[in-house]
């Protein structure tokens, strides 16, 4: 059995006539039609449910039914649902022993989103599209330009650029009265263009708001995380300061350049301890968040001393290069960054086994 199905995704056929919908039947459609089309006879709903019936009369070679169902004015994913109630509806007050299989009809590109709907619970045959011959074009331009508009990912990647090359003869304009010449003007419109699109090639958009909402949440949280970062970051930055200074009063106390690898013991050397102090606050705060949050494990606490012991080892390997230290000190402090690293580990290692087993007994007792 075929079903001419006429579709009404924004529901016209109830809003402007008052007839309850699905409407089931040639006669019944057919008078749906008429009201329709007295109501608003420019309502190109009225083709559709013309066309319905004109299917239903030219297929002779099986048995055919025609019926008419309706969305809402809503979200069209609120319009989706309530047709495929509707055809439900329909599909269950067909009286046949034959499968059912669909005809769509619609009047243009917009109803069609429904058809993964209704094809979800009737085999779909096939879609007649009915729209005005003259229209047809213009229809589907206006539903394409209104479905970028109201996309923001795609206003916003096409309008942005659009508007910001707009603004340059305006600009130009405004730039001879301030003396400014018309190529800076180009220049900062084609620079702002390209690290927009840039910016959204490489979704640099959606990060930077990922991280704002991450930095806020902290904020509200309380985190002792964000305010460890920020105090890190102050001290990476007088930890590059002093191994620049110290790089520049190295240099200036011998005649020769100094190699490669003196600079870059002598940036090290000035920059280390800083650097260790900011690892260290980093991890600290870190260790303090998972506490309060009820996830900290031992092993985390690992952490601080190996920042310890890795910038113990780097200190004295750059002071080693710049002739500060001598080969025995410089394995001793190489023997305690280890042994510093590896108690740590052990240590932390046992407590965490120990706690655990203390918690298993504490279950079985309990």
Not at 47 to 59: A, K, S
Request: charged share 20%; hydrophobic share 50%.
């Amino acid at each position: 059995m075929l079903l001419v199905l006429c579709v009404d995704l924004d529901d016209d056929i109830g809003r402007k006539t008052g007839i309850r919908t699905p409407v089931v039947g040639r006669e019944n459609v057919e008078e749906a039609a008429v009201a329709l089309a007295t109501a608003d006879p420019e309502d190109s709903d009225v083709n559709v449910l013309f066309q319905g019936i004109n299917l239903l009369d030219t297929i002779t070679d099986q048995q055919v039914e025609v019926a008419a169902v309706t969305g809402n004015e809503k979200s069209d994913v609120s319009a989706n649902r309530k047709v495929g109630e509707e055809v439900d509806e329909v599909l269950a007050g067909l009286s046949t022993s034959e499968e059912v299989t669909a005809l769509i009809v619609t009047d243009g590109a917009q109803d069609e989103s429904v058809i993964p709907v209704i094809r979800s619970r009737v085999k779909v045959d096939g879609v007649r599209r009915v729209v005005v011959r003259q229209a047809q074009d213009l229809e589907s331009m206006y539903y394409t330009m209104k479905q970028v508009l109201n996309d923001p990912e795609t206003r916003g990647t096409l309008l942005v650029p659009i508007g910001i090359l707009l603004l340059v003869y305006p600009l130009a304009i405004a730039a001879t009265f301030m003396d400014v010449t018309v190529g800076s003007v180009l220049g900062l419109a084609s620079a702002l263009v390209g690290v927009y699109l840039i910016s959204r090639g490489l979704g640099l958009g959606e990060t930077l708001d990922r991280t704002v909402e991450r930095v806020r949440n902290s904020l509200y949280a309380g985190r002792m995380t964000l305010l460890s970062y920020v105090v890190a970051a102050a001290l990476l930055v007088v930890g590059g300061v002093s191994g620049a200074e110290y790089l520049s009063a190295a240099q200036a106390e011998v005649e020769t350049a100094l190699s490669a690898s003196q600079v870059l013991a002598a940036l090290t050397f000035g920059a280390v301890r800083w650097f260790a102090a900011a690892g260290v606050t980093t991890s600290l705060g870190q260790i303090t968040d998972e506490y309060i949050a009820g996830t900290l494990e031992w092993r985390y606490l690992n952490a601080p001393f190996y920042v310890v012991a890795i910038g113990a080892v780097l200190h004295a390997v750059s002071a080693f290069f710049l002739g500060l230290m001598s080969l025995s000190n410089l394995a001793a402090v190489l023997t305690g960054g280890t042994l510093l690293g590896l108690v740590s580990t052990l240590a932390f290692a046992i407590a965490e086994t120990h706690f655990a087993e203390g918690q298993e007994t504490d279950a079985e007792t309990g």
